[in-house]
């Protein structure tokens, strides 16, 4: 496929984005399954122990969020993803998202049923997502997404604007937001708290 053939040597050529603050949040929505999946080799555990580790670690996220108290295992779990020095992805890219209001939390009003939508993301009913958030200080080399960025599955959903392209069904007060691309962060890197969450599917 033509697309594909000249897509690699023509990776992350935009240009860097825009007014970025050290402190301004970026955020992107990471599927749970697949973030299970990929990562608990990086942290060299079995599978079914890394998971162990992580339904505590985001109980313990969630806790937090509320305002209530962890238990001594969730607070463990918690310590060993605050300190894990294991890129966010494994795949050696992430698409980011910018908050309008170039919030230190990415996710600053943007919390409701309709952003997986508005991030052009094929969510499925009750597919669970972690909402990742990083400072722009702690993401390396950014930079606006072009044509050739976009692997020919998502290229229908890229646009030339830089910003995402809402689902077909998305209210029109929910508009685009603006991305980068960059290596993954470290999970150490991340903003606190990440929740998982679940969307609604247009």
Not at 69 to 75: A, D, G, L, N, V
Not at 160 to 170: F, R
Request: hydrophobic share 40%; charged share 25%.
């Amino acid at each position: 496929m033509v697309h594909a053939s000249v897509r690699a040597p023509n990776l992350r050529k935009g240009p860097p984005p825009t007014g970025l603050r050290p402190t301004e949040g970026l955020g992107v929505l990471v599927s749970e399954h697949t973030f299970i999946r990929r990562t608990a080799s990086a942290f060299k555990l079995l599978h079914t122990t890394f998971e162990k580790s992580y339904r505590r670690w985001i109980a313990y996220e969630a806790k937090i969020a509320r305002k209530a108290t962890p238990t001594q295992s969730e607070i463990d779990a918690a310590f060993m993803f605050h300190r894990a020095i294991v890129p966010a992805r494994q795949d050696g890219e992430i698409w980011l998202f910018r908050n309008p209001n170039r919030s230190v939390d990415a996710f600053c009003d943007l919390r409701n049923e309709w952003l997986a939508a508005r991030l052009a993301l094929g969510v499925r009913l009750g597919e669970v997502r972690l909402t990742f958030s990083f400072k722009g200080a702690n993401v390396d080399a950014p930079v606006v997404p072009r044509f050739y960025d976009a692997t020919w599955q998502y290229l229908a959903k890229w646009h030339w604007s830089g910003k995402t392209k809402p689902l077909p069904g998305t209210p029109t007060s929910f508009r685009g937001l603006e991305e980068v691309i960059a290596s993954p962060p470290m999970l150490r890197d991340l903003n606190q708290p990440v929740l998982a969450t679940t969307y609604r599917v247009p």
